[in-house]
């Protein structure tokens, strides 16, 4: 018995041994890794927990650039099921106010519940104040409970000591030291976000922490992602928004790669330059950009010792359903499909007309007659076939022309259009009524081409009093 015993302790110690070894050799291998939080935390507030990433990509397959990092799981339950699109922001503590609640009511309320069971959020709280992430995180609770419970929401946490240094770096580009820190900092916080991302859905969404978002804008991203697989076009990241890191979609399955660029490279360059060299590698020679845009940065102050940072991107549109229904018109002649109806829709249509002579005119009526308070118009695009000289008009009296097109009867300048631009708000002060039509004039013929991009109002209720003749 005493010598079964000895053989027995034998080979659990050259298991052991061997266990040791292995491990010991392999230090960067992928695996799950629990660690208790080094901070003090109320109780239910958060436990912690490394992530095995998803093995689809070569990157991992072969466990080639190892890249390892513990996470803390701060809030949230995580799905076993891959979703169809997660969406990762990166929040720190500004020393003027913080914008990610809103961020975080903006993705959600914008959406569907369809829209909800397709997308996982993963918020990064990246700042090392322990306080300000606690407190962070308990508002985060209270206000996205259901949305944490369901996993539509992940809270995360990376410990300092898996950061490599982000002080006492080169100054490239004659940065001061401080600012150098803070981008540098900002690329691992994005390297890490990806990686724990890479395994939780099919497609991935980087955006800020101070962003406002489009109404439906997962079912948008669908609808552009299929149609480039349609065209079969090789792209590394569609953008649908102008601005910095907001709005960039990849597909998952590169990002194990791209998270490894920006560790890498991360003291070199800012975050937004280094996502367009990733894109050079992957054969994408062209940016995708996907007008209107689908994230505003509403930020006033900058997450960078609270600079002013007046940002924002004119492509942005929160609802591609505002303008109210309507029949327009033209005497524009119209190139191939692009009809003048296009400017007034919804979407990335617009009208597309021949060389336009004075007196021309789009039309637009509306179904019911409205109390006008907002006008944007744009046309050209990239500088070309922009519409010179025209007048923007609003119309009451609605009737029938000889050609059995529909228009109004009286007209009122609103103003002109200005470098191919008009936009204007709180016309209702000057013209209170509710108007019928909307008219763009040309007041002088011009040889290039015109694009009307997008006509847009905003219109407010009208009452008895302010009722037009129709």
Known sequence: MRRHTKKKHAVLLLLLLAGGIYFISHPDKSITV??????????????????????????????????????????????TQSRYLSIGLSSVKRKKGSYLMSTLQSLFQQSSSEEHSSMVVVVLLADLDVSWRMTTVMSIKTGFSSELEQGHLLVIHVPEECYPPVKGLKRNYNDPP??????????????????????????????????????????????????????????????????????????????????????????EMPCDWLMSHFRLLLTQKQPILIKPSLFQHMGTFSSFQGTYNKLKDKDFEESFYTNPPAEVYSDMSSYQKYFPKLAWEAGEGFFWGRSPEEGNYLTVVFTDPRVVA???????????????????????????????????KNFHIVGSIENGRFAKQQVDKNYDAA???????????????????????????????????M
């Open 34 to 79: 629990w660690k208790e939080p080094e901070e003090p935390v109320l109780m239910n507030t958060t436990w912690t927990g490394g992530r095995s990433v998803s093995m689809e990509s070569w990157v991992e397959q072969g466990d080639y650039l190892p890249l390892n990092v513990t996470y803390q799981l701060l809030a949230g339950v995580p799905s």
């Open 374 to 408: 907002g006008i944007t118009v744009e046309t050209g695009t990239e500088g070309k076939d922009m519409l010179g000289s025209a007048l923007v008009e609003l119309g009451h009296g609605v009737i029938t022309t000889a050609d059995k097109e529909k228009t109004c």
């Open 178 to 267: 401080e600012r150098v820190s803070f981008r540098s900092k900002q690329n691992l916080d994005y390297a890490f976000l990806m990686h724990y991302s890479s395994g939780l859905s099919k497609y991935y969404l980087q955006l800020e922490d101070d962003v406002l978002s489009a109404k439906n804008f997962l079912t948008t991203i669908k609808r552009h992602v299929d149609e480039q697989e349609a065209k079969k076009t090789t792209w590394a990241m569609l953008e649908f928004s102008s601005l910095g890191y907001i709005g960039k979609l990849y597909n998952s399955a590169n990002l194990p790669l791209l998270a490894r660029f920006l560790f890498l490279f991360y003291q």
């Open 435 to 469: 108007s019928s039509c909307l008219r763009i004039r040309v007041t002088a013929g011009q040889k290039e081409w015109v694009v009307i991009s997008k006509i847009r109002i905003s219109t407010k209720p009208s009452t008895p009093q302010h009722q037009a003749q």
